[in-house]
């Protein structure tokens, strides 16, 4: 799948190119990678790059009989995703919350629901049951002894709302 040459895609897209383009080739260097995602219609800088691996954890691992190779490592549905990176999350992609009983609504941008669920997931978030997400809409399952009420007010908090 390429991009349209001469669009200008937003750094979410940008970022799953960079990331797809890891997957399905071995780049030794940020120039490489620029060179790949000139060949997919998109202009890059080394340094939008840099930040572009940076963000999504990319490592160096070093491959049998080859230079060493950038890889983004899968982050285990067991891996406790740091408060920073929930906060972070939230304030990009969340634009409301709405409570019920013991269920939370989170509204996002369309696409992003599922973005939002997985960090909540992996956050290990005292009270929450469970995440429900469609395209712009999260179902947050508290634990009654919380209420949703205190979790939706602990969760526009993250979101800066």
Not at 15 to 39: F, G, K, M
Not at 46 to 67: N, Y
Not at 85 to 106: C, K, M, P, Y
């Amino acid at each position: 799948m390429s991009i349209e040459q001469g669009r200008r895609p937003g750094k979410k897209q940008r970022q799953h190119l960079v990331a797809r383009l890891i997957a399905e080739h071995p780049v030794h260097n940020q120039s490489q990678l620029v060179d790949l995602l000139a060949v997919e219609g998109i202009t890059a800088t080394q340094a939008t790059v840099s930040r572009d691996l940076d963000d999504l954890g990319a490592i160096k691992i070093r491959v049998p009989g080859s230079e060493s190779v950038y890889a983004v490592p899968d982050l285990p549905t067991e891996q406790v995703a740091p408060e920073d990176h929930l906060r972070r999350v939230f304030g990009e992609w969340v634009v409301e919350v709405a409570s019920s009983l013991n269920i939370v609504v989170l509204r996002t941008p369309p696409g992003s629901a599922h973005v939002v669920g997985s960090a909540l997931d992996r956050a290990g978030v005292p009270g929450v049951i469970g995440t429900v997400a469609g395209d712009d809409t999260l179902l947050v399952v508290v634990d009654e002894s919380v209420g949703g009420d205190v979790m939706a007010d602990r969760l526009a908090g993250l979101a800066g709302l």
